[in-house]
């Protein structure tokens, strides 16, 4: 079993920079692809950024240059690194993992809101 739990969400000026971390527990995490992803309101929820096991990692266009995904296996974290940020990055953040064997592990959220 393996449980997410997201931190480094909050208010920040259009501009700013903000890092997501996400916690990990269970004894898988080193072999799941993790990502990052957001969901506006009355917006779809979709991917940000991902990154594999191996340090693979894949952005969606609008957050490519902005924004850095990053983990470290030992201490089974995952952050994301936005800078840059605009009104439209407004959204709630979800860390998800991802087993090879196609389970899919979800935290609750941490919101996100970019304005002056």
């Known amino acids: 079993q393996v449980q997410l739990v997201e931190s480094g969400g909050g208010l920040v000026q259009p501009g700013g920079s903000l890092k997501l971390s996400c916690a990990a527990s269970g004894s898988i995490f080193s072999i799941l692809v993790m990502a990052w992803y957001r969901q506006a309101p009355g917006n779809e929820r979709e991917l940000v950024a991902s990154?594999?096991?191996?340090?693979?990692?894949n952005y969606a266009d609008s957050m490519k240059g902005r924004f850095t995904i990053s983990r470290d296996n030992a201490k089974k974290m995952v952050y994301l690194q936005m800078n840059s940020l605009k009104p439209e990055d407004t959204a709630v953040y979800y860390c998800s993992g991802k087993a090879p064997w196609g389970m899919d592990y979800w935290g609750k959220g941490t919101l996100v809101t970019v304005s002056s």
């Open positions: 990154i594999t096991n191996g340090g693979y990692t």
